[in-house]
């Protein structure tokens, strides 16, 4: 199954947690939160304006982000769970 986000959605996929700490502390899974980062896998084609345009997205496919850590709903696809967010509820994006 593939999804097509509409509008100004975008489809994340989260990026694997650290299971160590820096002093070499191995967390377990259920002590781990879940991460704030992701890479985008889709994008919509962007906002409608008020007057009818369309403003083109800032993201785009391959981009790791930030997003907060309850944002965007949660869906599976394949075996894979994804988030569906709003291009709002990112606040920055990796370089």
Known sequence: ?????????????RLDNETKT?????IPDNAAEKP???????VGTGK?????KVRAMAVK???KVLFGKYSGQ???????????MREEDIMAVVE
Not at 36 to 42: F, S
Not at 48 to 52: E, I, L, Q, T, Y
């Open 36 to 42: 704030d980062q992701g890479e985008i896998l889709a």
């Open 1 to 13: 199954m593939k999804l097509r986000p509409l509008h100004d959605r975008v489809i994340i996929k």
């Open 22 to 26: 820096a002093s070499g502390i191995v």
């Open 48 to 52: 409608v304006g008020d007057d009818g």
């Open 61 to 63: 496919v391959g981009d």
């Open 74 to 84: 949660a869906v599976k696809v394949d075996g894979d769970e994804l988030l569906v």
